[in-house]
């Protein structure tokens, strides 16, 4: 059955309830408890840098898969994982840059491997996304194309204030918040079409609230 306007308002408030838990756990996140004291380091940055390259490459993969898994009958969808994928395919290059602006090397962080957190949340992408028209995927959206657009800007300029790097150090997290920005409303635009019924609305919270949880665990397993 589709889902209704009633329906859709309330998707959007538990999504909303998936999010505001986030936020409470990402306070508690030490990097970026550190960050918003002021007492960050270049080396966390760099740590940061290093840790989310390993699971960004996967990005556009699980995506790519993802769109191979949806049936002509969601060819709303697959269209638009498509297009999501190849603007995605690259932005782990960004955080390269980023990461040798600050005095890395290529050669370390593509040496890296993903800590605990990042190993578990490729690994749930990538199962999730085999699934037979994995429509509870546009959860995993909401909450990471929703940090880039909400939090990663704010990160940048917290950086930036702190320990006073220039916009090519952290062209990685300024650049997603406005590709991001219109990640989350090409998002929204799917969510309040009416595709969605009630079952794959329970789809896409549960995915948001694994990959809210995972996300958070790979910042805070830096170098595990």
């Known amino acids: 059955m589709p889902t209704t306007a009633t329906s859709t308002d309330t ?22 408890r550190r960050l918003a004291e002021g007492t960050v380091t270049l080396d ?38 498509i297009r999501h994928a190849e603007e995605e395919h690259r932005d782990y290059q960004m955080i390269e840059r980023d990461y040798v602006a600050v005095g890395g090397t290529l050669d370390e962080i593509r040496a890296g491997r993903k800590n605990i957190g990042s190993e578990a949340l490729s690994g749930y992408m990538f199962h999730y996304a085999s699934r037979p028209n994995p429509v509870g995927l546009m959860g995993a959206m909401f909450i990471i194309e929703g940090l880039g657009a909400k939090r990663a800007a704010g990160w940048a300029a917290r950086f930036q204030e702190v320990l006073g790097l220039a916009d090519d150090q952290v062209h ?4 997603h918040q406005q590709a991001d920005a219109e990640h989350t409303g090409a998002l929204e635009a799917i969510l309040t079409s009416g595709i969605v019924d009630d079952a794959g609305a329970d789809e896409i919270v549960r995915c948001a609230e694994v990959v809210a949880r995972l996300y958070a665990m790979q910042l805070e397993e830096l170098d595990s």
């Open 11 to 32: 998707l959007f408030e538990r999504l909303s309830d998936v999010w505001a838990s986030l936020e409470e756990r990402l306070d508690q996140v030490p990097v970026l």
């Open 44 to 81: 966390d940055y760099k740590r940061l840098l290093f840790n989310l390259r390993q699971q960004v490459v996967d990005g556009s993969p699980w995506i790519s898969r993802a769109a191979s898994s949806f049936d002509m009958d969601h060819f709303v969808l697959r269209s638009a994982a």
């Open 172 to 175: 990685f997290m300024t650049y």
